[in-house]
């Protein structure tokens, strides 16, 4: 919870006002993501101010700022399909209704499971996201949130054109005007703060070509066209319908419920690492887990869907100088009342100054430094950055991430995956193999391949000094060495062997010895 006490004159007003430009900011966003999850833009409305309001109040990140997203909102248009298809004798408002409590429902429990991972703290799972990853998951989403802009720079039936040639010709001929705005926009906020930081630029930007464009009646596309917000009232609790606790109806809800949950906590605290890695100082990731599930399961009982940390939205705040919970408090706040008491003005905002911040927002999250670092990185993490991009232009979000986790620690375990024998014979015919390297699974064949147990003389000492047991794989590779030592007749003494090691070796028997002189440490076990 903030404390209004630590806060300078300079503090709220920087936050304030950033607050009110994420505020503006956030309702397009919220209409567009509704329509992408099928169902009415009050949904979205509801959800982007009540996650707002609980994540920014006990939030793991002050000035992080949550709500409706993309990301989530892609997985419950699957689950509409799925009801759609479980009750067909629904008529379409039936229908409509039925889909919007299976959303509710699916977000309620996708909370609750958010809230039991941040209890557990398995948040810091984040930090496994390797650094390649986090930077093709920023290139991408700023592709993303690029590529969401152009729908509404669209011409009108764009489905009648055959190629993207004749789509961009008549954009330019029927949305000039757009175009103009969106350059003006981009170049307030490139150049306004150079001159002075008194107001954010994307705020500034709102109203100033907010009042040309309605005192010159100038013709352009506003938020008012994209939905009706003329009857938008405060939110109220609504039951969840006990008709969908049934078996099939839960097969479909607590699936989806728990992909929301998985893509909305990697969204939420890699936007968490970024700000972490702008700002300096760093959040809760298991704070953030139960804010978040806090936000998600209160939002489904009171109308609204699931959602998300939203990078672009978290990033106009922080390079607006929003820093405090004060910022994402007042964003949420004023998000709810502007379109409650203040939809008519709300309603003829230009779309295109939207789409300018937007676009600034996409600039602002591309790492470009990526780019020159590629051809210095090893080949495996530009490979983990480009393939991590492409996914998450083209999948999934959490796909991606999932994915670049993969290829980094199947990288990591090719590279590890060589253990060394030297070999000598002491002054009583023993022979002694010193191994060096990790032993653990993918390093067994290598290790299996160091020994000649059938030209080996009759007594053999393997030497674990200089390499590590990391896991059970290695500790069961030692016994079957064991074993076949002792199969082939000859006595084999294992020398600075851990004591946990030595614990699961089962089937040694009395030609496995240890050296006196074994240390005291540990087994690194896999967590």
């Not at 707002?52 to 509409?80: E, H, N, Q, R």
């Not at 961009?168 to 307030?188: D, H, P, R």
């Not at 705020?203 to 907010?210: N, Y």
């Not at 109806?249 to 998985?262: E, F, G």
Request: with cysteine; proline share 4%; hydrophobic share 50%.
């Amino acid at each position: 919870m903030f404390n209004i006490q630590n806060y300078s004159k300079q503090n709220i007003k920087n936050d304030v006002l950033s607050g009110a430009l994420v505020a503006v900011a956030l309702v397009p966003e919220a209409i567009a993501f509704s329509f992408i999850a099928g169902v009415s833009p009050v949904v979205g409305l509801y959800g982007a101010f009540i996650i707002g309001l609980v994540t920014s109040i006990i939030g793991g990140k002050p000035g992080m700022i949550s709500g409706a997203t993309g990301a989530v909102a892609v997985v419950f248009v699957s689950l509409g399909l799925a009801a759609a298809k479980l009750h067909p004798e629904l008529g379409k408002e039936a229908l409509s209704m039925m889909i919007l409590h299976y959303i509710l429902l699916s977000s309620i429990i996708a909370g609750f499971i958010q809230i039991a991972i941040g209890l557990l703290k398995m948040g810091k799972f984040i930090r496994l996201v390797p650094q390649p990853a986090l930077f093709g998951f920023l290139n991408g989403l700023a592709i993303v949130i690029a590529l969401a802009q152009l729908p509404f720079l669209a011409p009108k039936n764009v489905e009648q054109y055959s190629s993207w040639m004749d789509i961009i010709v008549a954009s330019f001929s029927e949305n000039y005007m757009m175009y103009i705005i969106v350059a003006l926009t981009m170049a307030t906020m490139q150049f306004l703060p150079k001159v002075s930081k008194a107001v954010p630029a994307g705020l500034a930007a709102i109203v100033v070509l907010t009042l040309v464009t309605y005192f010159l009646h100038i013709d352009t596309k506003i938020v008012g066209d994209l939905a009706d917000l003329s009857n938008v009232s405060m939110p109220s609790f609504v039951m969840p319908d006990m008709s969908l606790f049934t078996w099939d109806s839960m097969m479909i809800i607590l699936p989806t419920a728990l992909i929301v949950a998985l893509v909305g906590l990697i969204e939420s605290l890699l936007t968490l690492s970024v700000l972490d890695e702008m700002g300096g100082t760093r959040g809760s990731a298991n704070k953030e887990c139960i804010a978040l599930g806090v936000g998600n399961s209160t939002s489904g009982l009171f109308g609204g869907m699931a959602g998300c940390a939203m990078i672009g939205q978290s990033v106009i705040n922080f390079t607006s100088g929003g820093l405090g919970r004060l910022s994402s408090f007042t964003a949420a706040v004023l998000l709810i009342i502007l379109v409650v008491s203040f939809s008519g003005v709300i309603a003829v905002i230009p779309v295109a100054v939207l789409v300018g911040i937007m676009f600034m927002v996409s600039i602002g999250t591309f790492e470009f430094s990526s780019i020159k670092r590629i051809k210095h990185m090893p080949r495996a993490d530009a490979f983990v950055l480009v393939v991590v991009t492409i996914i998450t232009v083209f999948e999934d979000l959490a796909v991606a991430v999932i994915a670049g986790i993969i290829i980094s620690a199947l990288v990591f375990a090719w590279e590890h995956a060589k253990i060394f024998a030297r070999t000598h014979t002491d002054e009583n015919g023993k022979k002694i193999y010193e191994l060096d390297g990790p032993l653990f699974f993918a390093s067994v064949t290598s290790f299996n391949e160091q020994f000649d147990i059938k030209n080996d003389p009759e007594v053999v000492v393997i030497d674990f000094k200089d390499a590590r047991v990391m896991d059970s794989s290695g500790a069961e590779a030692i016994d079957a060495i064991t074993d076949k030592y002792k199969k082939a007749g000859k006595k084999l003494t294992l020398r600075h062997l851990s004591k946990d090691c030595k614990n699961t070796l089962k089937s040694a028997g009395p030609f496995c010895t240890y050296e006196e002189d074994d240390p005291t440490y540990k087994v690194a076990h896999n967590v």
